[in-house]
T-cell receptor, first 109, second 114 residues
């Protein structure tokens, strides 16, 4: 079983709609949590950190549920430019980052 | 604008040849990671350095792969001998140790072994 699991998608989303997806992690001692975005043939880039209280950055909202060991990402008012693969990332107490395989989002006109 | 740099960006080689990939982490960062990404496996951690010391290289095939940090401004990943199954994109990332510090990725080296 992988340490970080994500639904690979693709999630096909009409422009302007809302999309949400989760990831689950297996290590209950995980320390910090992130969502990264990866465009085709590019390097991953940080989208946002995920704090225990949940946090929002513009149209993006991230939630963390430590009890159930899952992280969620919600994108409101989807733009064509939101089309990408979203990687769930968990950092352990040793500083290692574990990446999920990614969830593909395709925003259509 | 500080960035992680990687060379070469693309490498095509023949099976059995040695391949060396280089990474220059962001100045001041004390952690360096090497990842391999393929369509089938996603991002796999190969090696992890903190303050130039290797902390974890359990993801790396030891018989052919080696990773080093000769100094704080250079990390290298070598494959000798290379095999077709090593074809992938190899990313280097750097960061500062600490729970909420993100890691910054380089543009990657796209390796093709024929």
């Amino acid at each position: 079983r992988k340490e970080v699991e994500q639904d690979p998608g693709p999630f096909n989303v009409p422009e302007g709609a809302t999309v949400a997806f989760n990831c689950t992690y297996s290590n209950s001692a995980s320390q910090s949590f992130f969502w990264y975005r990866q465009d085709c043939r590019k390097e991953p880039k940080l989208l946002m950190s995920v704090y225990s209280s949940g946090n929002e950055d513009g149209r993006f909202t991230a939630q963390l549920n430590r009890a159930s060991q899952y992280i969620s990402l919600l994108i409101r008012d989807s733009k064509l430019s939101d089309s990408a693969t979203y990687l769930c990332v968990v950092r352990d107490s040793w500083g290692k980052f574990q990446f999920g395989a990614g969830t593909q989002v395709v925003v259509t006109p | 604008d500080a960035r992680v740099t990687q060379t070469p960006r693309d490498k095509v080689t023949e099976m059995g040849q040695e391949v060396t990939m280089r990474c220059q982490p962001i100045l001041g960062h004390n952690t360096v990671f090497w990842y391999r990404q393929t369509m089938m496996q996603g991002l796999e951690l190969l090696a992890y350095f903190r303050n130039r010391a290797p902390l974890d290289d359990s993801g790396m095939p030891k018989d052919r792969f080696s990773a080093e940090m000769p100094d704080a401004t250079l990390a290298t990943l070598k494959i000798q001998p290379s095999e077709p199954r090593d074809s992938a994109v190899y990313f280097c990332a750097s960061g500062s140790s600490g729970g909420w510090n993100e890691q910054f990725f380089g543009p990657g080296t796209r390796l093709t072994v024929l």
